[in-house]
């Protein structure tokens, strides 16, 4: 049995859902309603934070959602994703570490990289060798954080917010 403040990583099933989706939408307009304009907040969130989006990702048989619980609350999760890898990622085996998010009230708390290191493990034992993300370029913050585990800006893509074109950074690592 898990002490009452001792972190809980574990995968996320379909009963989880309505939990993932909870945090999901949490910590991501935690993370960006402060800059950008609440419509292309709201013409993103009603897409991509919807309980169907969400039963279809978990579904997936080529996505994995890590939920991070601390005294039985969830206040972080990730999401891994086999998918094609991009020109600048040069090793192909790699992974996508397409969200990882931690509840504002718990950062500094070393969750973020707790679970950064578990989905470092599940890649490992899958036969990655890299893991990729894409990161805003105007949020230092999450840059700071990838650079200190090691992964490197290696190109950039275009991310949609309503109708707001930005630019992510693909950022690499080896594992």
């Known amino acids: 049995m898990n002490e009452p403040n001792e972190l809980l990583i574990r995968p996320a099933v379909a009963a989880d859902v309505e939990t993932l989706l909870a ?10 309603a402060a800059t ?20 279809q990702e978990l579904a997936d048989p080529d ?20 998918s094609a890898v991009p020109e600048c990622v040069t090793e192909p085996s790699a992974i996508e570490l397409s969200r990882i998010y931690i509840d504002q009230t718990v950062l500094g708390a070393g969750i973020g990289p707790a679970l950064l290191q578990y989905c470092f493990a599940l890649a490992r034992q899958a ?18 954080f990838y650079r200190k585990w090691g992964f490197e800006r290696v190109g950039e893509h275009l991310f949609q917010m309503g109708d707001d074109p930005q630019t992510d950074w693909w950022m690499m690592r080896l594992l």
């Open 23 to 32: 945090v999901a939408t949490r910590t991501f307009y935690d993370a960006f």
């Open 127 to 144: 036969g990655h060798r890299a893991m990729f993300l894409g990161v805003w370029e105007h949020n230092p913050r999450a840059q700071a």
């Open 63 to 82: 996505s994995t959602f890590l939920l991070a619980e601390l005294a039985g609350s969830v206040v972080g999760y990730a999401k891994l994703i086999h």
């Open 36 to 55: 950008n304009t609440p419509a292309n907040m709201q013409a993103y969130m009603s897409t991509a934070f919807t309980l169907e989006q969400f039963q």
